[in-house]
Each structure stands twice: as structure tokens, then as C-alpha cells.
């Protein structure tokens, strides 16, 4: 049972459509114009909130990118289109990226794979509040599922380069090199390669040396939080009082998270390890350090473990099903 490639790319594009006008459209969005305006403030190293948006320097890189050679080649035409068409081209490159992460995975089911790629969509659209289009956080999901690819398959060395981009593009890719050392199938910790160690250590040693260069370029500020917050106490007690942020949770996230905690152990090795590695420690610190409505930045541990393990349970549970009516 499969499906042919160009259903797959007809209902990847018109996904990534559908999220590029709920997020250009919603009234929990800022306007195009407000976009321009942080774009620019970006460039001229002045952002808003500085710490930590005047950091993360590849998306605003790529992005003017794509504004100078749209100006080239249309000069007189909409400066508003590249705006559009990058977020587009995020939305695509993901869904194409998720579609063969899930079945390196083991999700063998391609309708399957298809409800959680729609899943994903609806997650993504609902997951925009008082933001611009963070171009930022969906290159860092991105980011997050090509190092997945790249340790399933054994592409070991190409953490280090990837981890490089990522540092510069944002501060939370910081547990990419870290994944190297939660392999598939290994259950002892002498087991890992020295392969794997060393490109651990040189991938987190040239994240902390981006880290501290961009600050360094920039001009370091302390953290600056939205309506005066700057300790983890009050960001913890704001995001615990905030009544919205549990709608747009359960909007972003659904239910799926309680379902995979109470199925961990059916998990293959490899989602268990990065599930212990990166959830908690992910939900955590956006609690007590940045502002929890703004769903989208749950979306890399959503991506990355809690939607595939749910895919994998579902999966096995009709596989099970199966194997026992094959025995009646």
C-alpha cells in the first residue's frame, strides 16, 4: 500500500499553504508591516526584546537574502512576497523532511504518516500568537529533524556543520550535539563509538563558541522579558497564571503528550532516549524563561518525539490487533 509522490507533494504544498494564511491572517499574529519594521531593526542590530532576538542571526540572513534577489529580479512588485514565500518554503521543507524522518522511524503505514502530517499542520497553524512568522524557531525545528535523519542514518560527522548553522539561527539547538550520544538500540553508555563522542564534543564545542561570538559581534545585553520579567520565578508564575496559555497548549499540543507518557516503554530506544533527553528539559525551560502562549516554541520536542510516538503507537496497537486475529 503506498501512495504515489506527486499525492504527497500536492498535499504537502496546499498544507503549507493553509498554514502560511492562518499565520499571515490571525488576529494573534502581528501585521506584514510590523514584520518589515523588525526585520529592519534586525539588520541594523537594534532589535526589539535584543536579548535574545538580536542573536539569532540566520533566519534574519536568509531572509534578506531572499529580499535582495526578489528586488532584483521584481523590483516594482509586492515587498511583502518574500516574507510570504520564505515562511511557505519552511512550511515545505518541513513536511518533506517529517515524511522521511517518520518512516526512517519505522512507520510503515503511508495513510498514516499522512494523518500525522496533517496533525502537524493543524498543530503549526494553531500555534501563532503575538508573533511575527519566526522564521527562527521553524529553521530550528527543521535543524532538529535533519540531525534526527542524520544519526538514524549514520551520518555521524555532519552533526558538527549542522550544528554550526543551527547555533547561529538559535540559542535552543544547543541539545543537537547532545542527541549524538542517545543512539538507536544502545543501552550502555560504554557502548557508544568514539566517533560518536568526539563529534559530540567538537559539534558543543563550536555550539558555545557561536553562541558567545554572536554576543560578542552584537554587544552583550541581559535577557530583556516581555511586561518587565526578567527572573525564572516571575516568567513561571506569569505562564502558570496566564488561564490562555492551557487553550493554546492543548491547541498546539492536543492530547497526544499524556498518550505518549503512558506508552514510553513501547517506544523504539532511540524516541525513548531523546523523549528523557530533550521533553522535559524543553517544557521546563520555556516555562520559567520565555512566554508559554506562544505555542510554536513546543513544537521541536512535538516534532522531533511526542507526534512520531504517537504514530509508532497507534502503529503497533493495530499491528497487535492483527497478529491476534491471525490466531483466532
Known amino acids: 500500500m503506498t501512495m504515489r509522490k506527486w499525492v504527497w507533494a500536492v498535499c504537502i504544498l496546499l498544507m503549507s499553504g493553509y498554514i502560511l494564511y492562518q499565520h499571515a491572517i490571525s488576529d494573534c499574529s502581528i501585521t506584514p508591516w510590523q514584520q518589515l519594521e523588525r526585520h529592519r531593526r534586525m539588520?541594523?542590530?537594534?532589535?526589539?526584546?535584543?536579548?535574545?532576538?538580536?542573536?539569532?542571526?540566520f533566519s534574519m540572513l536568509v531572509l534578506e537574502g531572499a529580499i535582495r534577489v526578489y528586488q532584483y529580479i521584481l523590483p516594482n512588485y509586492d515587498v511583502l512576497v518574500p516574507y510570504f514565500a520564505l515562511h511557505y518554503f519552511q512550511m515545505a521543507l518541513l513536511f518533506f523532511l517529517c515524511l522521511y524522518y517518520y518512516q526512517a522511524l519505522g512507520v510503515k503505514n503511508p495513510y498514516l504518516i499522512l494523518l500525522g502530517l496533517i496533525v502537524l499542520?493543524?498543530?503549526?497553524?494553531?500555534?501563532?500568537?503575538?508573533?511575527?512568522?519566526?522564521?527562527?524557531?521553524?529553521?530550528?525545528?527543521?535543524?532538529?529533524v535533519c540531525?534526527?535523519?542524520?544519526?538514524?542514518?549514520?551520518?555521524?560527522?555532519?552533526?558538527?556543520?549542522?550544528?554550526?548553522?543551527?547555533?547561529i539561527n538559535r540559542e535552543t539547538s544547543g541539545f543537537i550535539p547532545l542527541m549524538l550520544l542517545m543512539p538507536p538500540s544502545i543501552k550502555n553508555w560504554r557502548m557508544i563509538s568514539r566517533d560518536r563522542w568526539l563529534a559530540c564534543a567538537i559539534s558543543f564545542a563550536l555550539f558555545a563558541f557561536i553562541f558567545f561570538l554572536v554576543r560578542w559581534y552584537y554587544g552583550y545585553r541581559t535577557y530583556e522579558g516581555v511586561n518587565e520579567?526578567?527572573?525564572?520565578?516571575?516568567?513561571?508564575?506569569?505562564?502558570v497564571q496566564f488561564f490562555r496559555t492551557y487553550p493554546l497548549l492543548l491547541g498546539?499540543?492536543?492530547?497526544?503528550?499524556?498518550?505518549?507518557?503512558?506508552?514510553?516503554?513501547?517506544?523504539?530506544?532511540?524516541?525513548?532516549n531523546w523523549l528523557w533527553l530533550i521533553?522535559?528539559?524543553?517544557?521546563?525551560?520555556?516555562f520559567v524563561k520565555s512566554n508559554a502562549m506562544e505555542t510554536r516554541l513546543f513544537l521541536v520536542p512535538f516534532v522531533l518525539v511526542l507526534l512520531p510516538s504517537m504514530l509508532l503507537i497507534v502503529e503497533r496497537w493495530y499491528s497487535d490487533r492483527e497478529h491476534v486475529a491471525a490466531k483466532k
Open 147 to 167: 540531525a534526527a535523519l542524520l544519526i538514524i542514518y549514520e551520518r555521524i560527522f555532519w552533526i558538527i556543520p549542522l550544528t554550526a548553522v543551527a547555533a
Open 229 to 239: 520579567m526578567k527572573t525564572p520565578l516571575e516568567f513561571l508564575m506569569f505562564n
Open 43 to 57: 539588520l541594523e542590530g537594534n532589535s526589539e526584546y535584543f536579548n535574545p532576538w538580536q542573536y539569532r542571526v
Open 121 to 144: 499542520c493543524f498543530s503549526i497553524a494553531n500555534s501563532s500568537f503575538k508573533s511575527d512568522f519566526s522564521y527562527n524557531t521553524y529553521f530550528d525545528i527543521i535543524f532538529y
Open 252 to 272: 498546539t499540543l492536543s492530547v497526544i503528550p499524556i498518550i505518549v507518557v503512558f506508552h514510553i516503554g513501547k517506544l523504539p530506544p532511540v524516541l525513548q
Open 279 to 286: 521533553v522535559p528539559f524543553w517544557f521546563v525551560l520555556h
